[in-house]
């Protein structure tokens, strides 16, 4: 997602055109370089993310030990999913990419589930001991929807998003199929069994799907939707709505007993800032406090976090009597973000500390690439965080003019997660530049950051994924760690 904010008395205005200007690409580069991919582990385990290949049936997971000295590729990465990834060939369309939790694992981190969002499918593995993976049977599982995105879990209960968005499945998006939040039973072998669908009206599309850390029977969701031509010219962008559309809201669910979800209430943003023409504010990532019931949210057009709070007893009550929207959210604050386009957020362990990607520099900064917030949560923050930080995160590869022709780096960042130790932060940047002209194969990066005693973070490796098997034309996304030592607690 592509925005301009001005920081004039740190109140963030954006601009629709979503343009940036990118300067001292080579710098940078060379700082990339340069950097050691050492890595201080306080304990030895394993990291995968999903390579998203777009050639049929390439989709994979990679997978690496963690050490002291770094990663190693497990033996047989990288682990073939099955299906296929979501293929974003238009170039300049926004929206398909911006998703979270596109892979995650089982609380005793004995099993894996991915997406693979043009087969329309969830693949399900197995974690062996030393790590390497391993299909379950019937895997991989049908979704329930067009393009799933993003998972979550709650006991034996797998939560997917299905975003309805695709450019090479148009016929079926035609067809007026809708996006929708669906739950399955996860079997004891790790098979899946369809359990329930909600639909989500009016053309909104989700992007994540998250499980309250409060209570496992509170499903919260995100959706966003970006069904508009920005260039103009329909050759390159999508249109897949019937009206252009930037918009987004928030989505409350009740998992009952049986792992139905049941709708309990959805909210539109504010607009915390003047409104720029023709962009709404706007939600992107979203990541709960563990502690409290407080849910932060990306206002990625108007580069601030905002904080809602969610009433677990009226989400839970499921009142069958009751009519319209329950208001179930109530908005808390949004505060100022230095970055540009806030978009994807973790929470550490002990709720103190929030980290938030950019996926864009940001021009008024004086930015080079893509960065990282980190704002403090701790205490009475939490319900109002402060910014005590931000790094730039190395590009690799150049810059190039998107089609709606702003300059804008070749790579920019997407997910990340924290290690189970807390001492470590993951990044991962895709090469968005997918035009013919770029014979440059960099961009599909792996960054590694130390996260400090007071949270603030400093670069310490990049790994480029070309040598792990991760093809150039392909779009890497999703993180997810977990240590020997935490295996099937």
């Not at 300067?23 to 340069?34: E, R």
């Not at 062996?128 to 993976?133: E, H, R």
């Not at 299905?162 to 007026?176: F, I, K, Y």
Request: net charge negative.
């Amino acid at each position: 997602m592509n925005t301009i904010g001005s920081n004039a008395s740190r109140g963030y205005i954006s601009v629709p055109m979503f343009l940036i200007h990118v300067t001292g690409a080579l710098c940078l580069l060379l700082m990339f370089l340069v950097i050691t991919p050492r890595i201080t582990q306080a304990d030895e385990g394993f990291l995968y993310f999903e390579s998203n290949n777009v050639s049929e049936g390439q989709n994979s997971i990679v997978g690496y030990k963690r050490t002291s000295e770094g990663l190693e590729p497990l033996p047989g990465s990288p682990y073939l999913t099955g299906g296929t990834g979501l293929n974003n060939s238009t170039n300049g369309k926004l929206g398909l990419n911006d998703i979270d939790t596109p892979v995650i694992l089982s609380a005793d981190n004995k099993r894996l589930f991915a997406v693979n969002g043009h087969s329309n499918t969830i693949a399900v593995f197995d974690v062996m001991p030393g790590g390497s993976l391993r299909h379950v049977k019937g895997s991989p599982f049908p979704s329930e929807g067009i393009g799933p995105v993003s998972l979550s879990l709650s006991g034996d209960a797998l939560l997917v998003a299905n975003r309805n968005e695709d450019p090479h499945q148009l016929t079926e998006l035609a067809g007026g199929a809708l996006a929708n939040y669906a739950s399955f039973k996860v079997g004891p072998d790790g098979t899946l069994t369809f359990i329930s669908r909600s639909e989500i009206e009016d053309g909104q599309k989700p992007t994540q799907v998250y499980v309250s850390d409060l209570n496992g029977n509170v499903v919260l969701g995100n959706d966003f939707q970006v069904d508009v031509d920005f260039d103009g010219e329909g050759s390159v962008s999508k249109l897949f709505g019937k009206e252009p559309q930037v918009r987004g809201q928030l989505q409350a669910f009740k998992l009952g007993g049986d792992g139905a979800l049941i709708p309990r209430g959805s909210a539109a943003l504010p607009e915390t800032v003047n409104p720029a023409p023709d962009v709404p504010s706007v939600p992107l990532g979203i990541w709960g406090h563990p502690t409290k019931n407080l849910l932060y949210v990306g206002f990625v057009t108007r580069n601030e976090l905002g904080v809602f709070e969610y009433d677990v007893d009226k989400i839970l009550s499921a009142d069958p009597t009751e009519t319209g929207n329950p208001k179930v959210f109530n908005f808390v604050v949004a505060v100022p973000n230095s970055g540009q386009d806030i978009c994807w957020l973790r929470v550490n362990g002990d709720g103190t500390r929030l980290y938030a990607v950019n996926n864009l520099p940001r021009e008024d900064e004086k930015d080079k690439s893509s960065t990282v917030t980190v704002f403090d949560i701790s205490g009475d923050n939490a319900r109002k965080p402060i910014e005590i930080g931000r790094v730039q995160i190395p590009m690799p590869g150049n810059s190039f003019f998107n089609n709606r022709n702003a300059m804008q780096p070749g790579s920019t960042a997407f997910q990340l997660d924290i290690d189970p130790s807390g001492k470590t932060l993951y990044v991962i940047n895709q090469r968005i530049d997918q035009t013919p002209a770029n014979s440059d194969t960099f961009g599909n990066v792996l960054h590694t950051f130390n996260i400090g005693p007071d949270g603030l973070l400093t670069v310490q490796g990049a790994r480029q994924l070309g040598k792990d098997g991760v093809h150039s034309d392909s779009r890497p996304q999703g993180i997810v760690t977990f240590d020997t030592l935490a295996r099937g607690k």
